[in-house]
Each structure stands twice: as C-alpha cells, then as structure tokens.
C-alpha cells in the first residue's frame, strides 16, 4: 500500500455521462497531481493542487475539472465523456519539499466510457 | 518545453542478463531525473533519483547516473530476475513557480524470462 487511495478502482459509463474519481493523498503530503495513462499519449499531467489552490496545470481539458478539498483529498470531475477518454487515471502526492524527492502514486482507476 | 525519450521496447532478457534502459531529455531549468516502474495492474513506484549531474541513484540492484554533459540517465541492472518484469518509466521534473510536475517517457517494457 502506497498510502495513497484511489476510488474507484474500475468504471464503466456511457458517453456523454460525468464521473467523479476520488484521491486520498499520503498522510501529511500537501500536494496532489492528476496524469492520465493512455496507450498512445502515454502518462500525460492534468493537473496539480497544493494545500487546497490550483498549482499548475498541463493537458487537462476544458470538461475536465478538479478540486482538492480542505482534508486534502481531491476530486477530478469528468463530464460529457468521449470513447477517447478511455484510460487510467493517476493521483500522486508529494511532500512539502515538492516533487523534487519523486511523488508517491495510487493505484489508479481505470475509466472504461462505452 | 521538457521532454524525455527513452528506448522503444519491449525489451525481452533471459534471466541473469545485463540490462540497460536508455534515457534521454531536454529540460528549461536544472531538472531532477527519476526512474519509475510500473508493475501489471499497480500504479507507478520510484524506483530511484538523482538530483544534480554526477550523482548516481539506485536501489534494488538499479543503477542510473545523471549526466549533464550527455543529457542522459540509462538505467541499468547487473543481473535481471523475473520479478523485474515491469514497464519502467524515465521522468524529470523541473522546478517552475512551486509546481514539480513530472515529465515521463513513454515507457519500455522489460520481459524477463526463466
């Protein structure tokens, strides 16, 4: 166990629905990063948030959202879905000394849109 | 922008064969450099880093050292066993504005077999 939870493990909607994937961070850890594993795009950063506030943000699209709540768990919100959005989704989490010591990283869940 | 490339697998060994992974990138910044492994069905674990040029990270009998000079990072074993099957993935990440988020490669899958 990594320390850090992802919920649910599998899903399986139709497209055009909205999800929510939940992340539980490692004990203590402030910031929480969202990438997406695909076959052919590979590991792609979404998006990061420290303590609660937006950080940075890479490839993440606009029926994309995320939050990280004041208990430090964050949700990332996936709306009008497409085939394409078939994947893996990451958290990480990582310490007050950054990414720079390497995150810690979920199991994932796995997002099957038919 | 910040990019990695590393060799294209998979890369299938015989038990107790020398292994090397190449890992090359281009940073803005001084980059941290990483290898990750990626285990069927389990997320990402850190494998090992290195943090400024000539240092070598490693762990689990994996090596890698941090080249400025070359821009590399090949990650190499003396001895592959089985239970190193994985997919194992190069990345950096370069402080920008308190975001540390990781740029991966595309990944290469090592088979090891008996």
């Known amino acids: 166990d990594s320390g850090v939870t992802q919920t649910p493990k599998h899903l399986i909607t139709a497209t055009g629905q909205r999800v929510t994937l939940r992340c539980s961070p490692r004990?203590?850890?402030?910031?929480v990063y969202w990438y997406q594993q695909s076959l052919d795009q590979g590991l792609q950063f979404l998006i990061q948030?420290?303590?609660?506030?937006?950080?940075a943000k890479g490839n993440i699209l606009e029926r994309f959202s995320a939050q990280q709540f004041p208990d430090l768990h964050s949700e990332l919100n996936l709306s009008s879905l497409e085939l394409g959005d078939s994947a893996l989704y990451f958290c990480?989490?990582?310490?007050?000394?950054?990414?720079?010591?390497?995150?810690?990283f979920g199991s994932g869940t796995r997002l099957t849109v038919v | 922008g910040n990019s990695v490339t590393q060799m294209e697998g998979p890369v299938t060994l015989s038990e107790e064969a020398f292994l090397t992974i190449n890992c090359t990138y281009t940073?803005?910044?001084?980059?941290?450099l990483f290898w990750y492994v990626q285990y069927p069905g389990e997320g990402l674990q850190l494998l090992l880093k290195?943090?400024?040029?000539?240092d070598k990270g490693s762990n689990k009998g994996f090596e890698a050292t941090y080249r400025k000079e070359t821009t590399s990072f090949h990650l190499e074993k003396g001895s592959v066993q089985v239970s190193d099957s994985a997919v194992y993935f190069c990345?950096?990440?370069?402080?920008?504005?308190?975001?540390?988020?990781?740029?991966f490669g595309k990944g290469t899958k090592l088979s090891v077999i008996p």
């Open positions: 990480a989490s990582s310490g007050s000394t950054g990414g720079l010591q390497g995150y810690t």
């Open positions: 004990s203590g850890d402030l910031s």
């Open positions: 948030y420290y303590n609660g506030e937006e950080r």
């Open positions: 940073a803005t910044g001084y980059p941290s």
């Open positions: 290195a943090t400024k040029a000539d």
């Open positions: 990345a950096l990440t370069v402080s920008g504005a308190g975001s540390y988020q990781l740029t």
